[in-house]
Nanobody, 122 residues
Framework: QVQLVESGGGLVQAGGSLRLSCVASGRTINNYAMGWFRQAPGKEREFVAV????????YYADSVKGRFTISRDNAKNTMYLQMSSLKAEDTAVYYCVADHSYTKEPRAPNYWGQGTQVTVSS
């Protein structure tokens, strides 16, 4: 089992930046693809970004491409999401995920964190 804990969410003004972190425990994340999903109030959960186990391959939703950067530090069992030029529509609960295999826009990741709230004020 892999346990995932997100942190770094909060309230930020439009145009600002935040960095989310996801710390994994239970197993090393070296062999897992990892990613981020988000869910805004009244909307379905949606894919944000994914990164391969080595960090060499990434993929982003069109809505965040060019503004968000996903990265990972396997030595620290940690993944990050650097969010810049934030917009009000980025307001959501952000979830960290881990999956046994890398796919673009994973449909059913094996493991989920509990989520961290990001609120962007306009």
């Amino acid at each position: 089992q892999v346990q995932l804990v997100e942190s770094g969410g909060g309230l930020v003004q439009a145009g600002g930046s935040l960095r989310l972190s996801c710390v994994a425990s239970g197993r090393t994340i070296n062999n897992y693809a990892m990613g981020w999903f988000r869910q805004a109030p009244g909307k379905e959960r949606e894919f944000v970004a994914v990164i391969s186990w080595s960090g060499g391959t990434t993929y982003y939703a069109d809505s965040v491409k060019g503004r968000f950067t996903i990265s990972r530090d396997n030595a620290k069992n940690t993944m990050y999401l650097q969010m810049s030029s934030l917009k009000a529509e980025d307001t959501a609960v952000y979830y960290c995920v881990a999956d046994h295999s890398y796919t673009k826009e994973p449909r059913a990741p094996n493991y989920w964190g509990q989520g961290t709230q990001v609120t962007v004020s306009s």
